[in-house]
């Protein structure tokens, strides 16, 4: 007696208590996730658990045997769970619907509880489902925001202890212990639902309509680089996760990289801008290819833009002449601008899996050929957070902002406990190099291939993008449509990027497929905020349209340009119209100057012009620049008529204008 109860009184004495006291840990409350509005985007409920007491089950094969019904798993798979503990207890199942509740309750098993337990629920489905991601069924963040911020939701679980006896009944007048739990705080996203909806619905029918295998679109406050919509289709249910892949579920905007084409144009022209190379009147030469570093570099559409400004280069999306500037560029001084940019690294964005993206190195010899192609946006690699981040620092004069999804943070009772401000990665280009980038830009949507991103009453500033996706070590078949910009260009509210990955029709073009996209998002986000339409639609339907003189007479020419009220001045010697500047169907005021390039048919070699009809607009620009003949583009689809019709003889170098129709 004096060894057990004085030498070891005091741990036998503990370990009782131990064997009375049987703490069961209370869950905290998991803190919401809310939209920029404060629209409940993620929440948790109370819902039914079943735990078991293996050391209170005298017959286990007969529990299994009458429980296995309730649960998605065998009598076998269930007995081996309830032996996997001698004492303590184990998680059979959660989330329990009310009918699965009460028939357990009914069985009255032996060791067999049921308590209330927190379960993750999203109300509006799967809106904004990549960016909330999952929490499973411990009510711990998975994936996306839930596990980017687990710590500031998860909360301190709390604990209640009381004395038992060995059958597990409470003792009357035993001591008690009780630790309140603590709930998580909430987070209101910088995302805005009505916007995300918006994006959603356009995005869904973009996908199905262009049979794509993927589609994503983001939205931006340029100017202090919150989130307000990130969606991607095929989308998931975060209430049903389980139902579809990881892949599915995966935020391919921060994760994932790919070529961007055309879309990276902006960056070069902004550093050659920037650096004093470029200026809107410098001419370059723009033939069937440059060879450049062992290789050649073409227009994606087999184009020979001849001599053309920069401004036309943009507008026209010519590669060659942006491989001209990132070579003039040179690496040691296109790099800094590059990763100023942001691109090469991570943007410090709030979302797990953030890719950095690939840029060549700029010290490495032997890479002229890579950088002539990085130029135009091919041999880089960006995620579209990156190219998105890059084009909101020209909408708001040259700064990098760091790219963000959560706005505040807030406890339980809705106070606020943290403003998450904007910050300011760096700059990237002067506000006046900015400027000009963005009227270039504007210049695309009106003159360029961008004018299915035109919005009556809004000014916007874009560039199309056809990428082409590399396989193997080489390029193949399948492209990457997109368009990125931002509106209103004098006052940039809203910057969206819209991608469609590996489209399946005809017309697989960013300007056919992606601006109308971009058009429809863009124009509703902007009414939802608020911001009014200018009074230009009686202004717009003043504008003349350029009509297309290519290969007209002087006098016909003169004719013709009269007719539409429109002035005109020649250039050079000969007797038929080359080029124009405006292009054919820009909007212009009446009285605008419309400059005529001459030449003479009888001193060049003339070629006969090739049919085109039928084919599709990739294979008509290649035919007819094996011909050594230019294409000037009008509508969409498959070649319907040309003019001058197959068999007339021009000039090796000439334009031949080609209609298509869907």
């Known amino acids: 007696m004096f060894y057990l109860q004085l030498i070891h009184g005091e741990q036998y004495t503990q370990m009782a208590v131990a064997q009375r ?21 993620a929440m948790s409920i109370g819902a039914d658990a079943v735990y078991a007491l293996p050391e209170s089950i005298k017959d286990m094969e007969g529990t299994a045997q009458q429980l296995a019904p309730y649960f998605d798993m065998s009598e076998a798979s269930l007995l081996k769970l309830l032996q996997s503990k001698k004492s303590g207890s184990v998680w059979l199942a959660r989330g329990l619907s009310p009918e699965t509740t009460q028939a357990i309750k009914t069985l009255a098993l032996p060791g067999i509880r049921i308590i209330k337990r927190p379960q993750r629920y999203y109300p509006q489905g799967s809106l904004a489902a990549h960016v909330l991601g999952i929490a499973g069924s411990d009510n711990q963040g998975l994936e996306g925001i839930e596990y980017y911020y687990e710590s500031i939701l998860k909360g301190v679980p709390g604990k209640l202890a009381t004395e038992r006896d060995a059958s597990q009944r409470h003792i009357p007048g035993g001591a008690s212990e009780f630790i309140q739990p603590q709930s998580g705080h909430d987070l209101v996203l910088t995302i805005d639902s009505v916007i995300q909806y918006v994006a959603e619905s356009h995005l869904k029918e973009a996908v199905l309509s262009s049979k794509s295998d993927r589609g994503l679109v983001l939205v931006m406050d340029p100017n202090s680089g919150q989130i307000l919509a990130n969606a991607i289709f095929p989308t998931f249910d975060p209430n049903n996760y389980q139902e579809v892949t990881t892949d599915r579920r995966r935020n391919v905007a921060i994760t994932d990289q790919y070529e961007p084409g055309s879309t990276f144009k902006f960056v070069t022209a902004a550093a050659s801008l920037d650096l004093g190379l470029a200026y809107n009147s410098r001419t370059f030469n723009s033939g069937a290819y440059w060879e450049i570093g062992g290789g050649r570099v073409r227009n994606s559409d087999g184009r020979t833009n ?4 920069f401004l036309e280069s943009l507008e026209r999306s010519d590669n060659i002449v942006f491989a001209q500037l990132a070579v003039e560029m040179g690496a040691e001084r296109f ?4 990763r100023e940019f942001g691109f090469g690294q991570r943007l410090g964005v709030d979302f797990p899996g953030e890719v950095s993206g690939t840029v060549a190195s700029p010290t490495r010899s032997g890479q ?8 135009f946006g091919q041999g880089i690699a960006v995620s579209p957070l990156q ?5 909101s620092a020209v909408a708001n004069g040259g700064m990098v902002m760091q790219p963000q999804f959560v706005k505040e943070i807030r406890d339980s009772q809705g106070r606020l406990v943290q403003a998450v401000e904007p910050q300011i990665l760096g700059r990237a280009i002067s506000e006046s190099t900015a400027m000009e980038v963005s009227q270039l830009l504007r210049s695309v949507v009106v003159n360029g291939n961008g004018n299915r991103a035109d919005l009556p009453g809004y000014y916007v500033a874009g560039k199309t993008g056809t990428a082409e996706v590399p396989k193997g070590g080489a390029y193949g078949e399948e492209r990457i449509a997109s368009f990125i910009g931002f509106a209103p260009v004098d006052d940039p509210a809203l910057a969206i990027l819209v991608v469609l990955y590996n489209p399946k029709v005809e017309s697989a073009y960013g300007g056919v497929l992606a601006a109308p996209v971009f058009r429809d998002i863009m124009g509703e986000s902007l009414e939802y905020l608020g911001i009014k339409r200018r009074q230009v639609d009686k202004e717009r339907s003043q504008l003349v349209i350029v009509p297309n003189v290519s290969n007209f007479s002087k006098t016909e020419a003169q004719v013709r340009l009269d007719q539409d009220n429109l002035r005109w001045a020649f250039e050079g010697e000969g007797a038929l119209v080359a080029d124009q500047t405006p292009s054919p169907g820009a909007r212009v005021p009446a009285q605008t100057t419309v400059t005529l390039f001459f030449y003479d048919p009888e001193a060049q070699e003339e070629v006969l012009v090739p049919s085109v009809l039928g084919l599709s607009m990739r294979d008509a620009s290649m035919k007819l620049a094996e011909a050594g003949l230019k294409i000037r583009i009008d509508g969409s689809g498959i070649a319907n008529s040309q003019s001058p019709k197959a068999g007339t003889k021009l000039p090796k170098g000439a334009t031949v204008e080609v209609n298509f129709k869907l």
Do not use: F, H
């Not at 006291?21 to 985007?41: C, E, F, H, S, W």
């Not at 790099?335 to 590059?338: M, N, R, S």
């Open 368 to 375: 002229l050929l890579q950088w002539a192609n990085t130029g």
């Open 306 to 309: 001849g001599n053309i400004t």
């Open 387 to 391: 190219l998105l981040t890059a084009i």
């Open 335 to 338: 790099y800094p601008y590059i």
């Open 21 to 41: 006291m049987r703490p069961q840990t209370i869950d905290a409350q998991r803190g919401n996730i809310l939209d920029r509005n404060y629209k409940v985007l």
